[in-house]
Every structure is written in structure tokens, then in C-alpha cells.
């Protein structure tokens, strides 16, 4: 294990106690996080016009509402892997017309909601093939606290697109 990874892996265990004994968030504190996370990604996914979802800076970037297609698709994706379950939803999604965008986000953090309160002491600590840029496996307590990460990461790029067009996002939540 490298240095990276237990650093994760002691932040993911403090993140997400099952007993509440002692750690740094309960599971509810948990889940109430995630709540928060939806309603402000609801936020700045509705603070940008429809005429404004194809936007990106530049090509290599996704649109912006590819970003938050992302966001949605990675959480179906992995809470579906941690549940033992197929995903709801086809990879790729594809609609990034904003109703659809707005529909599909709140679906995917209601998914996830839904699975981080079914989720058992057993699933936080088994390990999960995830393949992903220089991490072959993670736990389960990795894997949620890498969602939520990579979701404000991916929402905060959607910020930086809001600033770029004139607009001022919604004011940060936690």
C-alpha cells in the first residue's frame, strides 16, 4: 500500500464511523453531507441557462453539462459497485439538454442516499476493483469518500465555467 492510499484509507475511516464511537463523522453526519452535496449541486446545475450546457472552455474539457453528467454517472456507477448491484442507468449518459441533466443528478444522489443507508459495517471494509489511474482496488469507505470528493471536484469546475459566462454561483453549503 502506498502512502497515499493509507492516508485515504485512515481519512476514510475517521470520515465514516457505523457506531459513531469516537471518529470524526457518524453515519448520519455522513448522509447528511451527501444530502447537502445534492442540493448544492442541484443549485449550481440550475444556476446555468439551457442555452449554456454545450459550453466548454476548451476542447479538451467536457461541456458543462457533460460535468455534471459525470457527477451522476460516477455515483450510479460506484454506489451500484458497492451495493453488489448493476447500475440503474446505461454508461454513458448522454442528454445534457438541462431538464434531463437536473432529473438524472437528483436521481443519482437520491440513489445514493438510498444506498448509503442500506450499506452494512461488512461493505466499508471490503475491497472493490476500481481500476482507476494508478489504484487497482479500494475499500468501500475509499470508495465513498473518493464520490464525494470527486463530485465537489467536478462541481467546482462547473463553478469556474458559471464565472467564465458572467455568472455568480450559489453561495457554498456544507
Not at 133 to 142: C, F, L, M, V
Not at 147 to 155: D, G, P, T
Amino acid at each position: 500500500m502506498n502512502r497515499r492510499d493509507a492516508m485515504l484509507g485512515g481519512l476514510a475511516s475517521a470520515a465514516v464511523s457505523l457506531s459513531g464511537a469516537g471518529e470524526l463523522l457518524t453515519m448520519e453526519d455522513f448522509v447528511e453531507a451527501w444530502r447537502i452535496s445534492k442540493d448544492f449541486t442541484l443549485a449550481v446545475a440550475e444556476r446555468m441557462p439551457e442555452e449554456h450546457y454545450g459550453f466548454k472552455p476548451n476542447p479538451e474539457q467536457m461541456s458543462y453539462g457533460e460535468q455534471m453528467l459525470h457527477i451522476a454517472g460516477s455515483l450510479f456507477y460506484r454506489f451500484a459497485q458497492l451495493a453488489g448491484e448493476k447500475p440503474p442507468v446505461a454508461w454513458p449518459l448522454k442528454k445534457t439538454d438541462k431538464p434531463a441533466v437536473l432529473r438524472v443528478v437528483a436521481e443519482a444522489y437520491d440513489y445514493t442516499l438510498a444506498k448509503l443507508k442500506t450499506l452494512k459495517p461488512g461493505d466499508w471494509d471490503r475491497t472493490f476493483d476500481v481500476d482507476w489511474k494508478g489504484r487497482p482496488r479500494a475499500t468501500g469507505r475509499q470508495m465513498a469518500l473518493n464520490m464525494f470528493v470527486h463530485a465537489a471536484h467536478h462541481r467546482a469546475q462547473c463553478e469556474v465555467y458559471l464565472r467564465i459566462k458572467g455568472i455568480k454561483p450559489p453561495d457554498y453549503t456544507f
